[in-house]
């Protein structure tokens, strides 16, 4: 085991001369090694893109202005508290 680490170590600090792309890329592609049944999610599963995210939160329109939510809160006091 002691051998395993001093092994480690040593890639290691050869790796921290490499480019910093190289290294992500070398990272990703280890990651890719791992064993999905081992309960550990595979980086290979990616979520929605960003702008499908994004676009969920979206309401087709623009903000309403400061006014606009006086009045919306105004609106929704008024119907909340009325008998």
Known sequence: ???LNNELEALVEQVK????ETRITLARRVLETLDT????????????????VVGLWS????????EECEQIL??????????
């Open 17 to 20: 001369l490499w480019p910093a």
């Open 37 to 52: 049944t081992s309960g550990i999610a595979s980086p290979s599963r990616k979520g929605p893109p960003a702008k499908q």
């Open 74 to 83: 105004g609106e929704e006091r008024m119907r909340k508290h009325s008998p």
């Open 1 to 3: 085991m002691v051998a």
């Open 59 to 66: 309401l087709g329109g623009d903000a309403p202005t400061d």
